[in-house]
């Protein structure tokens, strides 16, 4: 893995790519399932936009809230006079197809960072590193500096964090307690949450959570110069000044 | 640009010819399920044998008797044509579910016969693939007790059923098919099963989602191979789309 070519471009102190390969494979595997993950949810959504807390929830039942949107069931009242066609049966393929390549993608990257050090010296905040006066310049989403080429600032990293060790765990034991073969045998993954349409609803709000997440992850990108950032993801080189971008 | 060395080369022909072995053995085993060979065969094999080899036998929830939904919901099914409506009319005293393939004693038995077989409540949720469900008690005979009054044969893996409604038939394995949970259900919160949810005689298999639960089954066909059936893709289910196995 170390390329002692890519060391010249790093600042004193650092060597090797900008990103271990190990990150950046899993960076854009996860990327390919999340993108499928979130289509086809969508897809599968629409066949009962509707939300329930509780062990059960159907048409017949007050619904905690409601997507305004249509829906590709004729069942399901919309108040639009159309029914979208169903997209369910290769959503719902592509969907847990999709999951286990997250999750065991996830579980490679854990297994492998652990293992590294990485979580430890690139994600956990250094000490003292988490002021206000830090947090709120990097919430007011001021331009990184040049030294954020090489380095994650402690707002990024505090984030990464709860996307890998929060949202990303919690998006995964919500959509394994509406699985009726995985609750048969771990009843708890759905009684912990309040019965299944109680998950099915949680499911839906990490998932937006992960979504804005995604936004937000993109926006900072954008932000600190997309090429520059992008380049160090795909090929691990980073340049020294941003102006290379 | 890193070399290809030898090392390399012989860990991915071991890789490969592992996998092979892997797929091979899970097939003995029945871990593979019938829609296994497109695009999604990885994922949905994943899920399948994941479940078999570590949840074969465990119980479907149940839940009390306060939690029966009050609201059931049946989507509505297609035309059942007239020869349903004369069954129908007649209290479906002529309606049959024969069985028959891999089994010493076809035949068939009327809605009278499964009535007087050892019966068996449970309360069960119908859970729908569009992300609605309900609970419900259903009453009716496990389907192992049929299978066994059939005298089904060692060899036989997988219980074909179709439904009176044109089109519609799937097959479980015999891990769900013996499952204690698995029942030809005549009733419903504590009456006679409604036509809208089944009736005369449906197949719950709680431990999959509802579109396993065929409604109206008038025919039980024990084989060693679903590829004689339909396209070979194990149920109607998967022709249309959706996958084989439901446990997800």
Redesign the interface.
């Known amino acids: 893995m170390y390329n002692p070519q890519m060391a010249s471009s790093a600042p004193a102190g650092v060597s090797g790519p900008r990103h271990a390969a190990v990150v950046r494979a899993t960076h854009w595997i996860t990327v390919a399932a999340f993108l499928a993950l979130l289509i086809t949810g969508v897809e599968?959504?629409i066949?009962?936009p509707?939300f329930y807390w509780g062990?059960?929830?159907?048409?017949?039942?007050r619904p905690l809230f409601q997507i305004p949107i249509p829906s590709s069931?004729g069942?399901v009242p919309t108040g639009y006079g159309y029914v979208l066609p169903d997209q369910?049966?290769?959503s719902?393929?592509?969907h847990?197809?999709?999951?286990?390549?997250a999750v065991l993608t996830g579980l490679l990257y854990v297994w492998w960072g652990l293992g590294a050090g990485h979580f430890r010296r690139n994600l956990v905040p250094t000490r003292g590193s988490l002021s206000w006066r830090v947090i709120g310049a990097h919430l007011r989403l001021r331009r990184p500096g040049a030294e954020e080429a090489w380095s994650y600032n402690p707002v990024q990293r505090m984030a990464y964090l709860a996307a890998i060790f929060v949202l990303f765990p919690l998006v995964v034991w919500t959509g394994l307690a509406?699985?009726?073969?995985?609750?048969?045998?771990v009843?708890a993954a759905?009684t912990l949450l309040g019965g299944?349409?109680s998950a099915?609803t949680l499911h839906f709000f990490v998932s937006a959570a992960l979504v804005l997440f995604a936004v937000a992850h993109v926006g900072m990108v954008i932000l600190a110069g997309f090429g520059s950032r992008v380049r160090a993801m795909i090929t691990g080189r980073a340049a020294r000044r941003k102006e290379d971008a | 640009m890193r070399k290809l060395s030898r090392r390399r080369l012989i860990g991915a022909g071991l890789g490969i010819s592992g996998l092979a072995a892997t797929a091979k053995l899970g097939a003995h085993y029945g871990l593979v399920p019938p829609d296994a060979h497109g695009l999604y065969g990885p994922g949905e094999t994943l899920t399948y044998a994941t479940q078999r080899l570590l949840a074969r036998h465990s119980p479907a929830r149940e839940f009390a008797r306060s939690q029966i939904s009050r609201e059931p919901f049946a989507n509505p099914t297609g035309p059942l044509g007239d020869g349903f409506g004369v069954l129908e009319a007649g209290g479906f005293k002529d309606w049959r579910l024969t069985v028959d393939g891999m089994v010493a004693h076809p035949g068939s038995f009327t809605v009278a016969d499964l009535r007087h077989m050892p019966a068996r409540s449970e309360i069960t949720a119908v859970q729908c693939e569009e992300g609605w469900n309900y609970i419900a008690e259903w009453i009716g005979v496990a389907l192992a007790h049929v299978l066994e009054e059939a005298g089904t044969l060692r060899q036989a893996r997988y219980v074909v059923y179709r439904s009176f409604e044109q089109g519609w038939w799937d097959s479980i394995d015999m891990a769900d098919a013996l499952h204690p949970q698995t029942i030809v259900t005549h009733g419903m919160n504590g009456g006679d099963l409604p036509v809208r949810f089944g009736g005369p005689i449906r197949l719950r298999v709680p431990r999959q989602l509802g579109y396993k639960s065929v409604k109206y089954i008038v025919r039980l066909t024990l084989t060693d191979d679903l590829k004689k059936f339909g396209k070979g893709l194990g149920s109607a289910a998967p022709e249309g789309g959706y996958a084989w196995y439901a446990g997800i």
């Open positions: 599968i959504l066949s009962h509707r062990e059960t929830g159907n048409v017949g039942m069931r069942s369910n049966g290769w719902r393929y592509l847990f197809q999709s999951a286990w390549v509406m699985s009726p073969g995985l609750v048969s045998a009843p759905v299944q349409q099915r």
